[in-house]
Nanobody
């Protein structure tokens, strides 16, 4: 089992910045990749950014150039640096960890942290 706890959400004005953190605990040695997802009211959950254990990254087109994902494997923590925030970035942000156990993949989720960007 892997437990994930997000922190760092809040209310910010458009153009501002926030840094989200996701702390992993439990069987963290099974984690391959980690990602940030978000879900706005009335919309489906969408991938924001992902990072592998080898630190390869990918981003949604809507956040490229504004958001940066990083990972501190020694601290079992993932980060999302969000700059130039827009009202459309308002959502609940979820941390995801994909683990491999006996050749099977498992997805773990945090409880989510609210990000609200005011115009």
């Amino acid at each position: 089992q892997v437990q994930l706890v997000e922190s760092g959400g809040g209310l910010v004005q458009a153009g501002g910045s926030l840094r989200l953190s996701c702390a992993a605990s439990g069987r963290t040695f099974t984690i391959n990749s980690m990602s940030w997802y978000r879900q706005a009211p009335g919309k489906q959950r969408e991938l924001v950014a992902g990072i592998t254990s080898g630190t390869s990254t990918n981003y949604a087109d809507s956040v490229k150039g504004r958001f940066t994902i990083s990972r501190d494997n020694a601290a079992n923590t993932m980060y999302l640096e969000m700059n130039s925030l827009k009202p459309e970035d308002t959502a609940v942000y979820y941390c995801n960890a994909r683990a491999m156990v006996t050749l099977r993949e498992y997805d773990y989720w945090g409880q989510g942290t609210q990000v609200t960007v005011s115009s």
